[in-house]
């Protein structure tokens, strides 16, 4: 096995160029593209984003995960925005289910720190609130404070902003949301409600054609491995060999 690691090796450093799949640009276009992202205006998606794009682009979105995949994997939009990782809790599985089953390539990437409030109608007060709407992650990441009010119900919707749309849809003061105060016209009743101060979202950027930033300095890599004893030493002992972190 080390012998032919090494000649691997050898082989990439003197032998014929292989065809390059992935094309090095020097930057991204971050402004007269297309970008879908999942959930409504106001999401933490629609927050990253504005943080990685331009003013200057033409944005949309749509319901499901797998929608702006579609959106993309048809060529209606250059860029998807989707979460992959927080850092309270952890990974969002469907994301990496929808990675293996479309063919497109993370391009970049926005870390986005997740500031949790609990928003309600102007006229609804702390001790109005009988329910909280918000994403299941959103939940679980404000899982500390909402315990201190075992009498509130949690409903799950499908993300942050979406569940503060519905508290203003809906005109209902004993409900509340988290997010997106200002687009929805609602009021901060309590703030800081998620105790890790150091908590993070990771979005990717997804596109159809393979590109990356010359500054890139991440792989990101999915494979499959036989159910056998030591397969998959055997696939990180070449990330070893080749000093890859």
């Not at 033409?58 to 209606?76: I, P, T």
């Not at 927080?86 to 929808?98: E, R």
């Not at 949790?116 to 329910?131: K, N, P, R, T, W």
Request: proline letters at 2%; a negative charge; glycine letters at 6%.
């Amino acid at each position: 096995a080390i012998s032919r690691k090494r000649q691997y090796q050898l082989l990439t450093e003197y032998g014929p160029k292989e065809k390059e799949d992935f094309q090095m640009v020097e930057q991204l276009p971050r402004n007269n593209v297309t970008v879908v992202f999942q959930g409504v205006e106001g999401a933490y998606s629609y927050g990253a984003m504005r943080a990685y794009f331009q003013e200057d682009i033409k944005s949309y979105h749509v319901k499901l995960f797998r929608d702006a995949m579609e959106e993309v994997a048809a060529g209606r939009a250059d860029y998807a925005v989707l979460p992959i990782e927080n850092s309270t809790a952890g990974i969002v599985t469907d994301i990496y289910d929808l990675l293996t089953e479309y063919n497109l390539f993370i391009v970049g990437e926005q870390i986005l720190k997740v500031e949790h409030v609990l928003l309600g109608l102007q006229e609804a007060e702390l001790s109005d609130i009988a329910g909280v709407y918000s994403h299941p992650q959103g939940l679980a990441q404000c899982k500390e404070y909402l315990e201190e009010h075992r009498d509130w119900k949690t409903t799950a919707v499908t993300n942050t902003a979406a569940a503060a749309k519905k508290v203003s849809a809906d005109q209902d003061k004993t409900h509340a949301s988290r997010a997106a105060g200002e687009i929805y016209n609602l009021k901060v009743l309590a703030e800081n409600i998620c105790k890790n101060d150091s908590n993070v979202t990771r979005f990717i950027i997804l596109a159809k054609k393979p590109v990356y930033e010359n500054n890139s300095s991440r792989i990101s890599v999915c494979f499959e491995a036989r159910h056998a004893s030591g397969t998959l030493y055997n696939v990180l002992s070449h990330m070893i060999y080749n000093g890859l972190n």
